[in-house]
């Protein structure tokens, strides 16, 4: 478990982090969002012991990071957003060198080889990292930190500059690690935490700004009801109508088309259920309604309507 109490980081008069307190319970893949600047590394940066805080305090498993660092780091394994690879070193060279680092006491030839087949490097083991695509850097990054079995693993910005495939292929390793270890990823990617994470901690100018499970995001802000509506009927009239109907707050085209019907995504002011209104009024009309289904704001909308939330609170 990760415990933190009134964390501050200051430089001069400018608070990097001010006064935040969080709980990371052991078995959470958790997602530290925020945009750059906001916080987020140099609060990974303490909780790793890498950065001393100004106020507060953090505890691994209830040892103090500061007081007790030798047995609150043997706990971590931390990927920095540049990985601190020796690229004159093959991976093989690299991983004993790790291992010999941690004073790991596991078997170490049957401990490195089952981390390399953990990420998936066992079949360049033997090659120079300097010869390594990004993607394999990156893994050879993850083994690293799990060299040691630590039950917590801290990833910051893990797939910055990869291309597609290497990005899925991590997230797929990060959400296989959730299931022996508990995971924060930092991050400012809304798709990293949607696809990986259980719950999200939303840090921005240094202050946590939510702190919801990933599924129930969605009420971390107030937020109008949508949804996505198909409807046989011309195209233009439709959208006139809804739209002239009181609680609508927007209609919009989806784009999708099946013969004369059209995707609708249409948005309700808050507290006002339109859909039994909605209803009436093209069947009236006499425009069958094919499907409804509400929509969930995405991740990015809510990240930018709580940031700019809090600036309007100033």
């Not at 120079?128 to 990156?138: A, C, P, T, V």
């Not at 990060?174 to 400012?188: A, F, M, Y």
Request: glycine content about 8%; proline content about 3%.
């Amino acid at each position: 478990m990760i415990e933190i109490k009134n964390l501050s980081k200051r430089y001069g008069n400018h608070y990097a982090v001010d006064d935040i307190s969080f709980t990371i319970n052991d078995g959470e893949i958790v997602g530290f969002l925020g945009p750059n600047g906001a916080g987020k590394s140099t609060t990974m940066n303490i909780i790793t012991g890498y950065l001393s805080a100004t106020s507060g305090t953090v505890s691994i498993d209830g040892y103090d990071i500061l007081e007790e660092s030798t047995q609150a780091k043997r706990l971590i394994g931390f990927l920095p957003e540049q990985p601190p690879l020796y690229i004159d070193m093959t991976v093989w060279e690299y991983l004993t060198f790790v291992y010999e680092l941690k004073g790991c006491t596991f078997n170490k030839q049957k401990h490195l080889d089952e981390v390399c087949e953990l990420v998936k490097i066992s079949d360049v083991k033997r090659r120079l990292i300097r010869n390594l695509s990004k993607g394999y850097k990156q893994r050879v990054g993850i083994a690293g930190a799990l060299i040691g079995n630590p039950k917590m693993i801290i990833f910051d910005e893990p797939t910055v500059g990869l291309d597609p495939k290497q990005i899925i292929d991590i997230r797929n390793l990060i959400r296989n690690l959730g299931k022996k270890h508990t995971v924060v990823l930092s991050t400012h990617i809304m798709q990293e935490v949607q696809a990986v994470c259980d719950r999200i901690i939303v840090i921005n100018e240094g202050k946590i700004i939510a702190d919801e499970k990933t599924a129930s995001f969605n009420n971390a802000v107030n937020q109008n009801t949508r949804y996505r509506v198909k409807i046989a009927g011309p195209q233009k009239e439709v959208v006139k109508l809804i739209r002239s109907m009181v609680g609508i707050v927007s209609c919009e085209l989806h784009g999708e088309r099946e013969g004369d019907a059209f995707t609708y995504d249409i948005e309700s002011a808050q507290n006002i259920d339109i859909r039994k209104s909605l209803f009436r009024a093209l069947a009236e009309k006499g425009w069958p309604m094919l499907g409804m289904e509400p929509i969930g704001m995405e991740l990015e909308d809510i990240f930018l309507k709580l940031i700019n939330a809090k600036g309007e609170r100033k």
